[in-house]
């Protein structure tokens, strides 16, 4: 057995990290893997147009919402649309 060891991508095998080291990329990571998956379900949501999910008006690009008024109102009625069991918007 050649004893190589496996490494992250992106890191040099020579490179030893402590484990304060490896923490802060970890959380790198799993930041950018959650900035990631918000900017598709954004994207799917039809968010990148810069339209509010709720009402409809002219946002900032890349939002869902105009505000937090408007995600209130918008997660409340889906709240109780799904308890009467009908389809959500």
């Known amino acids: 057995m ?18 304060d ?4 990329r970890r959380e790198g990571e ?3 893997a959650a900035l990631r998956q918000q900017a ?10 810069g339209t509010c999910s709720n009402c409809g008006e002219l ?3 890349q939002t869902v919402y105009c505000d937090a008024d408007c995600r209130a109102d918008h997660e409340k009625r889906l709240r ?3 308890r009467q069991g009908g389809s959500a918007r």
């Open 21 to 24: 080291d490896m923490a802060t």
């Open 30 to 32: 799993f930041l950018a």
């Open 80 to 82: 109780v649309q799904a």
């Open 40 to 49: 598709a379900r954004a994207a799917r949501a039809g968010a990148a147009t």
């Open 2 to 19: 050649t004893g190589r060891a496996i490494t992250p991508e992106g890191v040099h095998p020579d490179e030893r990290l402590g484990q």
């Open 59 to 61: 946002c900032l690009p």
